[in-house]
Nanobody, 126 residues
């Protein structure tokens, strides 16, 4: 698995961005793919994940209804559509992959994920 995150940028509050995470490997459907974000000076936190069939999980109430995670297995790509962006959404966004069958105690924990993209900066101005 080799993940490449893209799509970040500078946007005004209320705007939208779509992030993409593309895997150049061959076993994309063997993995749950998640987005994490790390605001300046803070820890990296789980945002959302998506299974091979498209089933999604969101942890933070603050992103529910504003962020949508999806995947296109034919393109080996996972998307994070973000709308109604707020300054507090400013962070480096990382995608990560967790192999199906791996036993983890907490899917929301960054330490549970084996593969990471390089991160893409999202800055929301007020």
């Amino acid at each position: 698995v080799q993940l490449q995150a893209s799509g970040g940028g500078l946007v005004q509050a209320g705007g939208s961005l779509t992030l993409a995470c593309t895997d150049s490997g061959r076993a994309f459907t063997d993995y749950i793919v998640a987005w994490f974000r790390q605001p300046p000076g803070k820890e990296r936190n789980f945002v959302a994940s998506v299974g091979w069939g498209g089933g999604s999980t969101y942890k933070e109430d603050s992103v529910r209804g504003r962020f949508t995670i999806s995947r296109d297995n034919a393109k080996n790509t996972v998307y994070l559509q973000m709308s109604s962006l707020k300054p507090e959404d400013t962070a480096v966004y990382y995608c990560a992959a967790l192999q199906y069958g791996k036993h983890v105690s907490n899917e929301y924990d960054a330490g549970s994920y084996d593969f990471w993209g390089q991160g893409t900066q999202v800055t929301v101005s007020s």
